[in-house]
C-alpha cells in the first residue's frame, strides 16, 4: 500500500487475496483524524465495518511505514458477522 498525494493506493496482491470470494466486499475507509498517532495505535474501539457498520470486528493486519511526504498506519479489520474487510488508514499528512 502506499499513500502518495492524499490518496491510498492498494497494491495489486493485497487484493489478490480476496479474487476467489465473489461475494466479498472491500471497502476502503478513511479514519477521521482524532488524536495522535498513539491514539490510533493504542484504541481500536472506534473500528467498524465499512459494509454493515457493526463493531464486530477483528484485526487481520496492521502496517507502519514512512513514505517520501510522511507517516502512514494501516489496519485491516475483517467483519465477524459479513464477512467483509475494511482497509483504515492515519498519516500525519491528513
Not at 478513511?30 to 498513539?38: H, K
Request: proline fraction near 3%; include cysteine; hydrophobic fraction near 35%.
Amino acid at each position: 500500500m502506499v499513500y502518495k498525494n492524499g490518496i491510498l493506493r492498494i497494491h495489486p496482491s493485497v487484493l489478490e487475496r480476496y479474487e476467489d470470494d465473489e461475494c466479498m466486499d472491500i471497502t476502503v475507509s478513511t479514519v477521521p483524524l482524532r488524536g495522535s498517532r498513539n491514539s490510533f495505535l493504542d484504541s481500536p474501539a472506534y473500528l467498524k465495518c465499512g459494509v454493515c457498520g457493526k463493531r464486530n470486528v477483528k484485526l487481520i493486519h496492521h502496517t507502519a511505514g514512512a513514505t517520501f511526504d510522511g507517516t502512514v498506519e494501516v489496519k485491516e479489520v475483517q467483519c465477524l458477522d459479513c464477512e467483509c474487510f475494511t482497509l483504515y488508514f492515519w498519516s500525519d499528512r491528513m
